[in-house]
């Protein structure tokens, strides 16, 4: 989420520059550790893993045979993420996997509310930025311009120099009408898009030159945000990542559980069905994409929504919508868990016994360390029993 602070931001010419809503699909760098970006999503994300680990321990620590309230909610929790992962996987094949599957829904849904939190995405560093300038279509009274698509810069008498400037380069306006030859040149400098607060932007003298009025679109000076904290899951990278592990891990699951062929299989059945391998691996490709926009694009759309709620200063329907945003945070969090499951089962069914994938943990496999599990599970519950 962003914020609009309400001071006023002088630059050095005396001008005052007006803020503007901060609404980036990229994170922004906060500063770099060995040629290495860090941003602001990767900072939250960070600060976000370490309290959920730390709610963690203390909710498992001093556990008991009567559990107390803290302890009761952890085994709530964990029973029922185990009940559920068991219940598609099987009691052998969810255990193994319940690990990583409850860490998707934990870490979604708690990154998720933390985001929520005051701070994350309202404290930052206010910093200057060119952008396109809505109140004025009039590019002979702007001060500021960006280019129309690349631009090559010509001289005074329009002729092309080796120099170009890509889509979208933010320019200063020097001169906003030299007639030449029956053209209509502005003379420009390339600035930066942005720069430090209380500042001008600083000129490059080597990409400075001629442009035609039509390739240049009027832009001006803002004040923006840069917030320190970003939702984890409004950076498209880290819905990106857990997705990539979810398929590329039921993809290898399939391979372990039907072999290589079996897998290949599953694209090419027979020569005379060779068309359907095509449609099979956009099927399998289109889960990356579902896991990752759709958290992406429903924890984005709630920050920018927040960040305009925040301008326009309605608290009433603040409160609204981050009561609904912790709604749809566990839903996303539900949602990726179970697609999770989902791919996993399909990976691996047909390996081991096909009822322990239908009837999950209520018909455990016998034998072994299966037989060693329940029995001491059954020791367990006689002596809660007696305990209590």
């Not at 829904?105 to 995405?121: D, E, Q, T, Y």
């Not at 420009?188 to 001008?200: F, Y």
């Not at 896991?291 to 920018?304: K, P, S, W």
């Not at 009822?355 to 809660?384: F, M, S, W, Y």
């Amino acid at each position: 989420m962003a914020s609009i602070l309400n001071s006023s931001v002088f630059f050095d010419d005396n001008t005052k520059i007006d803020d503007k809503l901060n609404i980036s699909i990229r994170p922004e760098t906060l500063f770099d550790i060995a040629g290495i970006h860090v941003t602001n999503g990767m900072l939250t994300t960070v600060i976000a893993v370490i309290l959920c680990a730390a709610l963690f321990a203390y909710l498992a620590s001093k556990p008991q045979l009567k559990p107390g309230g803290r302890q009761a909610f952890g085994e709530f929790v964990v029973e029922s993420l185990v009940g559920q992962v068991e219940g598609s996987l099987g009691r052998k094949n969810g255990r193994s996997l319940f690990p990583l599957i409850a860490t998707f829904f934990i870490f979604i849904i708690f990154a998720n509310w933390f985001s929520l939190l005051p701070g994350i995405g309202t404290i930052g560093l206010q910093k200057g930025q060119i952008a396109a300038d809505t109140k004025n279509t009039d590019i002979t009274k702007a001060p500021y311009a960006l280019t129309s698509g690349e631009v090559t810069l010509l001289t005074n008498n329009g002729t092309p120099t080796k120099t170009t400037l890509l889509d979208a380069t933010p320019v200063r306006i020097l001169n906003p009408a030299v007639g030449t030859n029956g053209q209509q040149l502005a003379q420009v400098v390339a600035v930066p898009r942005e720069w430090d607060e209380g500042a001008r932007p600083a000129e490059d003298s080597a990409r400075a030159g001629f442009v035609s009025l039509g390739q240049l679109l009027p832009a001006n000076r803002y004040k923006i945000l840069i917030p320190f904290f970003r939702a984890p899951n409004a950076d498209i990278n880290m819905t990106l990542a857990m997705a990539l592990i979810a398929v590329l891990l039921s993809e290898i699951l399939t391979i372990r559980a039907h072999g290589l062929k079996g897998w290949l299989k599953e694209f090419f059945p027979s020569a005379k069905l060779f068309w359907l391998g095509p449609i099979e691996i956009a099927s399998h490709l289109s889960r990356i994409i579902s896991l990752t926009f759709r958290l992406y694009g429903n924890v984005f759309a709630g920050e920018v929504m927040i960040a305009i709620i925040l301008n326009l200063n309605a608290g009433v329907l603040l409160f609204v919508f981050i009561a609904l945003e912790v709604f749809f945070g566990f839903i996303q969090a539900l949602v990726f868990f179970l697609l999770s499951t989902a791919y996993f089962s399909l990976g691996i069914v047909g390996q081991g016994d096909p009822n322990e994938l239908e009837h999950g943990a209520a018909h455990p496999p016998t034998g072994g360390d299966a037989d060693k599990d329940v029995h001491i599970e059954e020791r367990a519950l006689q002596e809660a029993g007696a305990a209590h």
